[in-house]
């Protein structure tokens, strides 16, 4: 155990598993099928006090700061800075790529519960401390992102459907209009 050790070689020790711990869980983020990461399922899905993200906005002011921090887009990666495309199908991507981001930066959270038990009490929560503010508002971006892209996804197909249904009744009209045309000529 590093409660032995002196502090800064306890920092450092410290500092060198988080960064293991962090290259694994990323490791497995993009490692791991697509399907994981599926915005239906329970661990991505709104909790009742989130009020559909208003909460980050209105509590937390996250449109004050969101912008500010970093992104990280690897090789080919997706750029989740801006929307490049309102389609369902980028959309549908972009939701995925929250709930992996989320979930990446949830799994380097609980790095914590290795902190309490290699390090004295003190350690341990001083690093817990570090390791959420630098995990926890990105967790906090994606979710308030997502919640606002799935509202555009369900605005967008409501139009789609609507224009569909718009264009299918003035088909019937032109059909009907035509029949009529061709009973009088």
């Given amino acids: 155990m590093l409660r032995e ?15 293991i711990w962090h290259f694994i ?4 983020c993009v490692s791991v099928d697509t399907s ?6 329970k661990l991505y899905q709104p909790h009742k006090w989130e009020k559909d993200g208003k909460f980050y906005n209105d509590v ?7 912008d500010i921090l970093p992104q990280h887009i690897g090789k080919d ?7 490049d495309d309102t389609s369902v199908p980028y959309l549908d991507e972009f939701i995925m790529e929250t709930c992996r981001a989320e979930w990446n930066h949830t799994a380097n959270c609980m790095y914590a519960v290795i902190l309490f038990i290699i390090n004295n009490f003190l350690m341990a929560f001083a690093l817990t401390i570090v390791l959420f503010l630098l995990n926890l508002p990105f967790a906090v971006i994606q979710r308030y992102n997502r919640f606002r892209l ?10 789609a459907e609507k224009a569909r249904a718009k264009a299918k009744k003035l088909m019937d ?7 009529s045309c061709e009973f009088v000529c």
Avoid: M, P, Y
């Fill in 25 to 28: 869980t990323f490791i497995v």
């Fill in 36 to 41: 994981f990461f599926n915005a239906e399922k």
């Fill in 150 to 159: 799935q509202k555009l996804r369900r605005t967008i197909i409501r139009k």
């Fill in 60 to 66: 937390l002011k996250i449109n004050k700061w969101k």
């Fill in 173 to 179: 009209n032109t059909s009907a209009i035509q029949e």
């Fill in 77 to 83: 990666g997706f750029s989740k800075d801006h929307l």
């Fill in 5 to 19: 050790e002196t502090f800064i070689s306890g920092l450092i020790i410290n500092i060198l598993l988080g960064c």
